[in-house]
């Protein structure tokens, strides 16, 4: 069974950093998606970055707001997903989601994913 456990979220002021983990159990990666979401109060949740591997091929994707700011990488060798977030702002507050999927489809819409962490809170003050 795959299961999914964030960690790294906080609190930071604005212009600051944060380094979300996502660590798998139970995950295997001859071709997968995964990705970080985020879900802020009376907002749909919305994807922030996806990272695409076929064999050894990878392929990233950002969603507008944050390109430029924040970097998607895996570490494989310790079934670990990280999103490095820099100079936050306030609007990137939001509970954040790792996913995951074997099915291929859009990238950065939560529907592809059919595995989700629990969520890691970021809170980024004015």
């Known amino acids: 069974q795959v299961q999914l456990v964030e960690s790294g979220g906080g609190s930071v002021q604005a212009g600051g950093s944060l380094r979300l983990s996502c660590t798998q159990f139970?995950?295997?990666?001859?071709?997968?998606?995964l990705g970080w979401f985020r879900q802020a109060p009376g907002k749909e949740r919305e994807g922030v970055a996806s990272i695409f591997t076929v064999s050894r091929e990878q392929s990233t994707y950002y969603a507008d707001s944050v390109k430029g700011r924040f970097t998607i990488s895996q570490d494989n060798t310790k079934n670990t997903l990280y999103l490095q977030m820099n100079n936050l702002q306030p609007e990137d507050t939001a509970i954040y989601y790792c996913?995951?999927?074997?099915?291929?489809?859009?990238?950065?819409?939560?529907?592809?994913?059919?595995?989700w962490g629990q969520g890691t809170q970021v809170t980024v003050s004015a």
């Open positions: 139970g995950y295997t990666y001859s071709s997968n998606y």
């Open positions: 996913a995951a999927t074997y099915t291929v489809g859009r990238p950065l819409r939560a529907e592809t994913y059919s595995y």
